[in-house]
């Protein structure tokens, strides 16, 4: 975006409904989450690089593959990331790992972790007749 398509977007922010101004709250939070999640599974790579196929070091960076770093090892050839070799290796939407753990760590139910995460909304939830159940963690149909 140039400089001046961003000006003239920032100033048509005054005219924005509640609603528009919520979703861009939102998309702003859920991207800032997003970052700081990458960047805490970037801290696993160590200065020395090592490779997790044969533990040599100083393997050097090749660009980024699914929003992560990716390294490949000088001695062995194989390419890796800061999850090769873990058990979180190959699993989606490490943009909203932080959120999840967060709604782990306060026990949150399945819904409310879903809706701090993103993959329902609270609206699409009263439509469904979903509640939260705070005791049990689990979704209950409304009777
Ligand atoms: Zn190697």
Same mark, same amino acid.
């Given at each position: 975006m140039t400089n001046q398509?961003?000006?003239?977007?920032?100033a048509g922010l005054d005219r924005l409904s509640a609603a528009q101004w919520s979703q861009l709250q939102q998309a702003v939070q859920e991207r800032s989450e997003g970052a700081a999640a990458v960047a805490a599974i970037e801290l696993q790579i160590d200065t020395e690089r090592r490779c997790p196929h044969c533990q040599a070091g100083g393997a050097v960076r090749r660009g980024t593959t699914r929003g992560l770093r990716r390294y490949s090892c000088?001695?062995?050839?194989k390419t890796f990331n800061a999850l090769s070799g873990t058990a979180l290796s190959g699993l989606h939407h490490k943009?909203?790992?932080? =959120?999840?753990?967060? +709604?782990? #760590?306060?026990?949150?139910?399945?819904?409310?972790? =879903?809706?701090?995460? +993103?993959? #329902?909304d609270g609206a699409a939830a009263a439509a469904t007749g979903l509640a939260p159940s705070p005791i049990t963690g689990c979704v209950k149909a409304r009777a």
């Open positions: 398509s961003f000006q003239s977007w920032l000088k001695r062995c050839g943009e909203r790992w932080l =959120a999840l753990g967060r +709604s782990l #760590v306060e026990r949150e139910s399945v819904l409310r972790s =879903a809706q701090r995460c +993103s993959w #329902v």
